[in-house]
């Protein structure tokens, strides 16, 4: 993937401006074009990385083969990403769980693999979806689980206006989408314990 072309990103903002009847040349949005291209490269860090090698610090559960078969779940993984639609930003949480059965992974690289795919432009439903994934293909798990909780700009800020509302999403594969194994992990997520 080549680096994010900010001069055009600059560019792009400078016209936006003009086509709102703004002036990109008045003090206070000199450098406006600027920022936002050095907001978009953080932003868009993670169009085109693949997150699965982001997984590959495995450890084989025979050295802890206690492990096998129990969940791992980190709750609370701060996400922002932009979605897709109106390019407006939604931030939340990921809790992201798998039943271990050969590897497991370092919680790192899971709150890593969270950041890459939430950073290009993402719908919730897709991004949920796309950390089971990946999960799936590195670790090959008995089962994974993704519960995302996430504010919406374009919900919050135009349309509806709805600033307070939370969308939440599920994703799952394998051994956790069984509904009574997705209730033993959404019950750790609300606090609970096993």
Same mark, same amino acid.
């Given at each position: 993937?080549?680096?994010?072309?900010?001069?055009?990103?600059?560019?792009?903002?400078?016209?936006?401006?003009?086509?709102?009847?703004?002036?990109?040349?008045?003090?206070?949005?000199? @450098?406006?074009?600027?920022? =936002? #291209?050095?907001?978009? !490269? &953080?932003?868009?860090? +993670?169009? $085109?990385?693949?997150?699965?090698?982001?997984?590959?610090?495995?450890?084989?559960?025979?050295?802890?083969?206690?492990?096998?078969?129990?969940?791992?779940?980190?709750?609370?993984?701060?996400?922002?990403?932009?979605?897709?639609?109106?390019?407006?930003?939604? @931030?939340?949480?990921?809790? =992201? #769980?798998?039943?271990? !059965? &050969?590897?497991?992974? +370092?919680? $790192?690289?899971?709150?890593?693999?969270?950041?890459?795919?939430?950073?290009?432009?993402?719908?919730?439903?897709?991004?949920?979806?796309?950390?089971?994934?990946?999960?799936?293909?590195?670790?090959?798990?008995?089962?994974?689980?993704?519960?995302?909780?996430?504010?919406?700009?374009?919900?919050? #800020?135009?349309?509806?206006?709805?600033?307070?509302?939370?969308?939440?999403?599920?994703?799952?594969?394998?051994?956790?989408?069984?509904?009574?194994?997705?209730?033993?992990?959404?019950?750790?997520?609300?606090?609970?314990?096993?």
């Amino acid at each position: 993937m080549p680096p994010i072309d900010t001069g055009r990103i600059e560019a792009a903002v400078a016209e936006i401006l003009a086509a709102i009847g703004e002036d990109a040349q008045r003090p206070g949005l000199l @450098t406006t074009p600027q920022r =936002v #291209a050095e907001a978009y !490269a &953080e932003f868009f860090a +993670g169009v $085109g990385v693949d997150p699965v090698p982001l997984l590959r610090d495995e450890l084989a559960t025979q050295d802890a083969p206690e492990q096998k078969g129990q969940i791992v779940l980190l709750r609370d993984i701060a996400l922002r990403s932009i979605c897709e639609h109106h390019l407006l930003p939604f @931030t939340g949480v990921a809790h =992201v #769980a798998y039943l271990p !059965a &050969e590897r497991l992974v +370092g919680l $790192g690289s899971i709150a890593r693999t969270v950041e890459t795919l939430a950073s290009r432009p993402q719908l919730q439903e897709r991004l949920g979806e796309d950390i089971v994934a990946a999960i799936d293909a590195a670790l090959a798990p008995l089962g994974a689980l993704v519960v995302i909780d996430a504010r919406h700009g374009c919900v919050g #800020a135009r349309g509806p206006r709805q600033a307070e509302s939370t969308t939440v999403t599920v994703a799952a594969s394998g051994a956790l989408a069984d509904p009574v194994r997705r209730a033993e992990v959404m019950a750790l997520i609300g606090g609970g314990t096993a």
